[in-house]
C-alpha cells in the first residue's frame, strides 16, 4: 500500500533535534525524502527556495512559533495548498483549534507514536492529492462553463437555489449574490413577456418532474438584455423520489444575433438594404390576407430602370450602383415618411418596398381606395426617379417604367401579382418607357402565347425544323459569288416557311438563340465542308452572331474546335455582328474582336450605319468587312442625305482598309450607283434572293455570273 509516489519531499520543522531527529529517521525509512529546519524562520527561507509536498509543524518553538509559520508559509509561492501537519499536546484543545485557524490541514498530538507516523503522513499527502485533482477537474469544469457561456444550477426543495460561477457571470451578477439567490429572484431576472412561461415551466418542474427546454430573455443586473437557452430536470434519490431540480442555462444571445444576421442577409439585399425577393413573398403574404379579409383594395408597382445596361457601361457598375442606391433611398423617401401621406391621401398606405431584380425595385400599396390611385403613387415615383442624379463630377439622369397589378382584381397570390406586375411593365417598356401600365388579361394572353411560342421554338430547334438559305454576295463588276451569307428560316409544320425576323427576336430574348446558332455554325460548316469535298470554288460563308453568342466565354474555342472537327480553315468562316452589339460594352467587345481575329477568323460589321456614334470607334474595331445597311442603299441612286452617308462610309472603309459591302440591292440604278462611288461588293434581290442550300451548290458548280437564267421561282 504505498499511492504516495515515493520520494515525496517533506519538511520536518522542530526546535527540539532529539524529536526531529526521530521524525525525520523514521520518515526517511518509510521512503520520503526529508528536509530538516530548526526554527519557524529557518523552515521558510527553506520553503521559499524549494517548495514541499508535505509539512510537518511543531507548534511550540522558539523565535516565531509553529501557529505564525504556518500562517506565513501559506502565504507564499506553493504553500497556499501544501498539507501541513502541526504537532501538538495531547488534550491540548486550544492549539488544536488554533492551528486550524493558523491554516494547518490536520494535526498529531505528542507524544508521537512512531509506528503510526508514516501511515499520517501518507493519508495527509493522499487527501491532499485527492482534493487537487478535485479543484482541477472543477477548474476545468468552470473553463468549459466559461467558454460555452452555460452555467449550472440547482434547486432544492426549499426554494434555495446553487448557481455556478459561470451562471453569476451570465446575469452579470456578484457570485455570493447568486449563491444564495432565491428561485423567486432568478424568476425576477426573466424579462417580463417571458416571465409568466418560465415561471410555469419551473412550476411544473418542481411538482409534477416535468422536465423543459425554453429560450427566453434575462435582463442583467446591469440592464444589459441577454438570450439564454435553458433545459432543467429533476434529481431523484435512490428510491425515485424527487429532491431537487438541476438545469443548465446557457447565454446563446451571439447565436442568436448571428442567426438573426444571417437571415438578415438571406431576406436582404445588399446593396440597397431592402427586402429582396423572398422576403418580399413573405412580407406581402400577411398583408394580402388582412386585405382579403378587409375586403380592400391592394397593388403591386414593379418598377424598372429604363436602359439601365447604358447607364452601366456609360458611369460604369460602380456608379451603376450608386445610382440603384439613390433611387432606392427615394423611393424609400416617397414611400414613407412625408410623401406617404400624398399617398395616403386618397387612402392607402405602403407595406412593402423591396429589390427584386437587378434594377428592379417593387412596392405593394394596400387599403387603395380605387385603383387610380395606384396610378397616382406610380407617377410620383416616376417623377422622384427622374430627377437628376449628382454623382462626383457628373450628373446622370434616368428613367423608369412601372407595370402595376391589383388585388383582387388581377391575382390574389403575391408570386402572382409581382408575375402580372413584370408583365404590365414588359409593355409599359414596349410601348416606349418612361410611363406606367396597368395589367390586363390581353397582356397574360400574349405572355401566356409568348410562352407557347418559345416552347414550339424550343421544340423547333431540337427537332431539325430549321432550314439554312443562302445568299450569294456578289462582285458587281463580275458577277461572280465571292461569299455568301447564311440565314435561317423555320419550316413550321403549320405556319409554313417562318422568316427570321419572327423568331430570332423571342430567341434572343429566352436565351434559345445559343442553340440555335449552335446549330447554325455546324450547318454551315458542314456545307463548306461538303463542298470543299467535292471540289467546288470555296468562298467564306458569314453567320449572324447575336449579341448573346458574342459574349459568351468559350466562343473563341469553341469555334476553333468546330472548325477543327470539319477540317476547314478559320478564314473560311465570316462572323456578322451588329454595331448595336459592339457598342454596349467596347472593351470587351473589341478584346472579343482581337481574340477571334488572332485564330483567323473574318469579322464583318453588320447593319453599318444604324447605331451611333460609331464613325470614331470604328478605327478600334479590328474587322474586315463593313456592310452598308439597306435603309440607306435604298435610295442612293437618288444622291440626297443617303447618298453622301453611303459616300462617306465607303471612303471610311476604303481608309480604314476594309471591304464594304451594300445590303438590299435590288435595282440596277442602286448597283450603278454604288459602283460609281467605288462599292463593288453587293448582296440582294437583284443577283440572288436567299436559297436553299442545294440551290446554292448548283451555283457554285456551275461557276457563272449570278444572276442566272434560271428559271426558279
Ligand atoms: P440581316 O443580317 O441584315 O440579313 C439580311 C436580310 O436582308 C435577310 O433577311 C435578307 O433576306 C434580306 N435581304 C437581302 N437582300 C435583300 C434585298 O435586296 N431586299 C430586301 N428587302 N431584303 C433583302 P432575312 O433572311 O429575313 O433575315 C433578317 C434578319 O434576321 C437578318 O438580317 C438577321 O439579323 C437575322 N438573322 C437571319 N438569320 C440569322 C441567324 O442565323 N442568326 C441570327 N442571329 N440572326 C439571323
Ligand atoms: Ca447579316
Ligand atoms: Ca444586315
Given at each position: 500500500?504505498?499511492?504516495?509516489?515515493?520520494?515525496?519531499?517533506?519538511l520536518?520543522?522542530?526546535?527540539?533535534?532529539?524529536?526531529?531527529?526521530?521524525?525525520?529517521?523514521?520518515?526517511?525509512?518509510?521512503?520520503f525524502?526529508?528536509?530538516?529546519a530548526?526554527?519557524?524562520?529557518?523552515?521558510?527561507?527553506?520553503?521559499?527556495?524549494?517548495?514541499?509536498?508535505?509539512?510537518?509543524?511543531?507548534?511550540?518553538?522558539?523565535?516565531?512559533?509553529?501557529?505564525?509559520?504556518?500562517?506565513r508559509?501559506?502565504?507564499?509561492?506553493g504553500?497556499?495548498?501544501?498539507?501541513?501537519?502541526?504537532?501538538?499536546?495531547?488534550?491540548?484543545?486550544?492549539?488544536?483549534?488554533?492551528?486550524?485557524?493558523?491554516?494547518?490541514?490536520?494535526?498529531?498530538?505528542?507524544?508521537?507514536?512512531?509506528?503510526?507516523?508514516?501511515?499520517?503522513?501518507?493519508?495527509?499527502?493522499?487527501?491532499?492529492?485527492a482534493?487537487?485533482?478535485?479543484?482541477?477537474?472543477?477548474?476545468?469544469?468552470?473553463?468549459?462553463?466559461?467558454?460555452?457561456?452555460?452555467?449550472?444550477?440547482?434547486?432544492?426543495?426549499?426554494?434555495?437555489?446553487?448557481?455556478?460561477?459561470?451562471?453569476?457571470?451570465?446575469?452579470?451578477?456578484?457570485?455570493?449574490?447568486?449563491?444564495?439567490?432565491?428561485?423567486?429572484?432568478?424568476?425576477?431576472?426573466?424579462?417580463d413577456?417571458?416571465?409568466?412561461?418560465?415561471?410555469?415551466?419551473?412550476?411544473?418542474?418542481?411538482?409534477?418532474?416535468?422536465?423543459?427546454?425554453?429560450?427566453?430573455?434575462?435582463?442583467?443586473?446591469?440592464?444589459?438584455?441577454?438570450?439564454v437557452?435553458?433545459?432543467a430536470?429533476?434529481?431523484?434519490?435512490?428510491h425515485?423520489?424527487?429532491?431537487?431540480?438541476?438545469?443548465?442555462?446557457?447565454?446563446?444571445?451571439?447565436?442568436?444575433?448571428?442567426?438573426?444576421?444571417?437571415?438578415?442577409?438571406?431576406?436582404?439585399?445588399?446593396?440597397?438594404?431592402?427586402?429582396?425577393?423572398?422576403?418580399?413573398?413573405?412580407?406581402?403574404?400577411?398583408?394580402?390576407?388582412?386585405?382579403?379579409?378587409?375586403?380592400?383594395?391592394?397593388?403591386?408597382?414593379?418598377?424598372?430602370?429604363?436602359?439601365?445596361?447604358?447607364?452601366?457601361?456609360?458611369?460604369?457598375?460602380?456608379?451603376?450602383?450608386?445610382?440603384?442606391?439613390?433611387i432606392?433611398?427615394?423611393?424609400?423617401?416617397?414611400?414613407?415618411?412625408?410623401?406617404?401621406?400624398?399617398?395616403?391621401?386618397?387612402?392607402?398606405?405602403?407595406e412593402?418596398?423591396?429589390?427584386?431584380?437587378?434594377?428592379?425595385?417593387?412596392?405593394?400599396?394596400?387599403?387603395l381606395?380605387?385603383?387610380?390611385?395606384?396610378?397616382?403613387?406610380a407617377?410620383?415615383?416616376?417623377?422622384?426617379?427622374?430627377?437628376?442624379?449628382?454623382?462626383?463630377?457628373?450628373?446622370?439622369?434616368?428613367?423608369?417604367?412601372?407595370?402595376?397589378?391589383?388585388?383582387?382584381?388581377?391575382?390574389?397570390?403575391?408570386?402572382?401579382?409581382?408575375?402580372?406586375?413584370?408583365?404590365?411593365?414588359?409593355?409599359?417598356?414596349?410601348?416606349?418607357?418612361?410611363?406606367?401600365?396597368?395589367?390586363?388579361?390581353?397582356?397574360?394572353?400574349?405572355?401566356?402565347?409568348?410562352?407557347?411560342?418559345?416552347?414550339?421554338?424550343?421544340?423547333?430547334?431540337?427537332?431539325?425544323?430549321?432550314?439554312?438559305?443562302?445568299?450569294?454576295?456578289?462582285?458587281?463588276a463580275?458577277?461572280?459569288?465571292?461569299?455568301?451569307?447564311?440565314?435561317?428560316?423555320?419550316?413550321?409544320?403549320?405556319?409554313?416557311?417562318v422568316?427570321?425576323?419572327?423568331?430570332?427576336?423571342?430567341?434572343?430574348?429566352?436565351?434559345?438563340?445559343?442553340?440555335?446558332?449552335?446549330?447554325?455554325?455546324?450547318?454551315?460548316?458542314?456545307?463548306?465542308?461538303?463542298?470543299?469535298?467535292?471540289?467546288?470554288?470555296?468562298?467564306?460563308?458569314?453567320v449572324?452572331?447575336?449579341?448573346?453568342?458574342?459574349?459568351?466565354?468559350?466562343?473563341?474555342?469553341?469555334?476553333?474546335?468546330?472548325?477543327?472537327?470539319?477540317?476547314?480553315?478559320?478564314?473560311?468562316?465570316?462572323?456578322?455582328?451588329?454595331?448595336?452589339?459592339?457598342?454596349?460594352?467596347?472593351?470587351?467587345?473589341?478584346?472579343?474582336?482581337?481574340?477571334?481575329?488572332?485564330?483567323?477568323?473574318?469579322?464583318?460589321?453588320?447593319?453599318?450605319?444604324?447605331?451611333?456614334?460609331?464613325l470614331?470607334?470604328?478605327?478600334?474595331?479590328?474587322?474586315?468587312?463593313?456592310?452598308?445597311?439597306?435603309?440607306f442603299?435604298?435610295?442612293?441612286?437618288?444622291?440626297?442625305?443617303?447618298?453622301?452617308?453611303?459616300?462617306?462610309?465607303?471612303?471610311?472603309g476604303?481608309?480604314?482598309?476594309?471591304?464594304?459591302?451594300?445590303?438590299?440591292?435590288?435595282?440596277?440604278?442602286?448597283?450603278?450607283?454604288?459602283?460609281?462611288?467605288?462599292?463593288?461588293?453587293?448582296?440582294?434581290?437583284?443577283?440572288?434572293?436567299?436559297?436553299?442550300?442545294?440551290?446554292?451548290?448548283?451555283?457554285?458548280?456551275?461557276?457563272l455570273?449570278?444572276?442566272?437564267?434560271?428559271?426558279v421561282?
Amino acid at each position: 500500500m504505498n499511492p504516495v509516489p515515493a520520494g515525496s519531499r517533506l519538511l520536518v520543522v522542530d526546535d527540539d533535534c532529539l524529536l526531529r531527529g526521530m521524525a525525520a529517521r523514521t520518515l526517511r525509512h518509510a521512503g520520503f525524502d526529508i528536509v530538516e529546519a530548526d526554527s519557524g524562520e529557518q523552515a521558510l527561507s527553506v520553503f521559499e527556495a524549494t517548495p514541499f509536498d508535505l509539512v510537518l509543524l511543531d507548534v511550540l518553538m522558539a523565535g516565531i512559533d509553529g501557529f505564525e509559520t504556518c500562517r506565513r508559509l501559506r502565504r507564499l509561492p506553493g504553500g497556499a495548498r501544501v498539507p501541513v501537519l502541526m504537532l501538538t499536546g495531547l488534550n491540548d484543545t486550544e492549539s488544536i483549534d488554533r492551528a486550524y485557524e493558523a491554516g494547518a490541514t490536520d494535526f498529531i498530538t505528542k507524544p508521537i507514536q512512531w509506528v503510526l507516523l508514516a501511515h499520517r503522513v501518507r493519508y495527509g499527502l493522499r487527501s491532499a492529492a485527492a482534493a487537487d485533482a478535485m479543484r482541477r477537474s472543477g477548474d476545468s469544469l468552470a473553463r468549459a462553463q466559461r467558454m460555452a457561456h452555460m452555467g449550472n444550477w440547482e434547486l432544492r426543495v426549499g426554494g434555495q437555489m446553487g448557481c455556478s460561477e459561470e451562471l453569476a457571470r451570465i446575469f452579470g451578477a456578484p457570485a455570493e449574490a447568486m449563491q444564495c439567490a432565491s428561485a423567486d429572484a432568478f424568476l425576477e431576472r426573466v424579462r417580463d413577456f417571458d416571465r409568466e412561461r418560465v415561471r410555469q415551466a419551473r412550476e411544473r418542474l418542481q411538482n409534477e418532474g416535468m422536465p423543459y427546454q425554453l429560450v427566453f430573455q434575462v435582463e442583467r443586473f446591469d440592464g444589459v438584455a441577454r438570450t439564454v437557452f435553458e433545459q432543467a430536470a429533476p434529481v431523484r434519490d435512490v428510491h425515485g423520489r424527487q429532491v431537487a431540480a438541476e438545469g443548465i442555462t446557457q447565454d446563446i444571445t451571439d447565436r442568436v444575433e448571428a442567426e438573426r444576421q444571417i437571415r438578415h442577409l438571406a431576406l436582404h439585399d445588399t446593396l440597397t438594404g431592402l427586402p429582396n425577393r423572398d422576403f418580399f413573398l413573405e412580407l406581402a403574404a400577411p398583408a394580402l390576407e388582412q386585405a382579403r379579409r378587409s375586403d380592400s383594395l391592394c397593388a403591386v408597382l414593379q418598377l424598372d430602370i429604363d436602359r439601365f445596361k447604358s447607364v452601366n457601361d456609360a458611369i460604369g457598375h460602380e456608379g451603376g450602383d450608386r445610382v440603384l442606391r439613390v433611387i432606392a433611398e427615394r423611393l424609400q423617401a416617397g414611400t414613407r415618411g412625408a410623401d406617404l401621406t400624398a399617398i395616403g391621401r386618397h387612402g392607402g398606405h405602403v407595406e412593402v418596398l423591396a429589390r427584386l431584380g437587378a434594377n428592379a425595385f417593387t412596392v405593394m400599396l394596400v387599403d387603395l381606395d380605387r385603383a387610380e390611385h395606384a396610378a397616382g403613387a406610380a407617377q410620383r415615383l416616376l417623377q422622384a426617379v427622374a430627377e437628376p442624379i449628382h454623382l462626383a463630377g457628373r450628373d446622370v439622369q434616368v428613367t423608369a417604367s412601372i407595370g402595376i397589378s391589383l388585388f383582387p382584381r388581377d391575382a390574389r397570390e403575391p408570386a402572382e401579382l409581382v408575375r402580372f406586375a413584370e408583365q404590365a411593365l414588359y409593355e409599359a417598356k414596349r410601348t416606349g418607357r418612361a410611363r406606367h401600365r396597368f395589367f390586363d388579361e390581353t397582356m397574360n394572353a400574349e405572355a401566356s402565347a409568348r410562352l407557347a411560342r418559345e416552347a414550339d421554338l424550343r421544340r423547333a430547334i431540337g427537332n431539325g425544323e430549321l432550314r439554312l438559305h443562302l445568299q450569294p454576295k456578289v462582285d458587281a463588276a463580275s458577277r461572280r459569288i465571292v461569299g455568301a451569307e447564311a440565314l435561317v428560316r423555320w419550316q413550321h409544320p403549320e405556319r409554313g416557311l417562318v422568316p427570321p425576323v419572327d423568331f430570332i427576336p423571342l430567341a434572343e430574348e429566352t436565351g434559345l438563340i445559343l442553340p440555335l446558332t449552335d446549330w447554325v455554325l455546324e450547318e454551315a460548316c458542314s456545307l463548306l465542308a461538303g463542298w470543299a469535298r467535292d471540289g467546288l470554288p470555296l468562298v467564306p460563308v458569314a453567320v449572324n452572331v447575336a449579341t448573346p453568342c458574342f459574349m459568351s466565354d468559350d466562343l473563341v474555342d469553341m469555334l476553333s474546335a468546330r472548325i477543327a472537327r470539319h477540317g476547314l480553315q478559320p478564314g473560311q468562316l465570316m462572323l456578322e455582328v451588329t454595331e448595336t452589339l459592339l457598342m454596349s460594352d467596347i472593351d470587351r467587345a473589341v478584346a472579343r474582336l482581337e481574340a477571334l481575329r488572332a485564330r483567323g477568323f473574318r469579322l464583318s460589321l453588320d447593319d453599318f450605319g444604324t447605331g451611333f456614334s460609331s464613325l470614331g470607334y470604328l478605327k478600334r474595331f479590328p474587322i474586315d468587312e463593313l456592310k452598308i445597311d439597306r435603309s440607306f442603299v435604298r435610295d442612293v441612286q437618288h444622291g440626297g442625305k443617303d447618298g453622301a452617308l453611303v459616300a462617306s462610309i465607303i471612303t471610311l472603309g476604303r481608309m480604314l482598309d476594309l471591304k464594304v459591302v451594300a445590303e438590299g440591292v435590288e435595282t440596277d440604278a442602286q448597283a450603278a450607283a454604288l459602283m460609281a462611288q467605288g462599292c463593288q461588293l453587293h448582296q440582294g434581290f437583284l443577283y440572288a434572293r436567299p436559297m436553299p442550300a442545294a440551290q446554292f451548290r448548283e451555283l457554285l458548280a456551275q461557276r457563272l455570273p449570278v444572276p442566272l437564267p434560271l428559271e426558279v421561282a
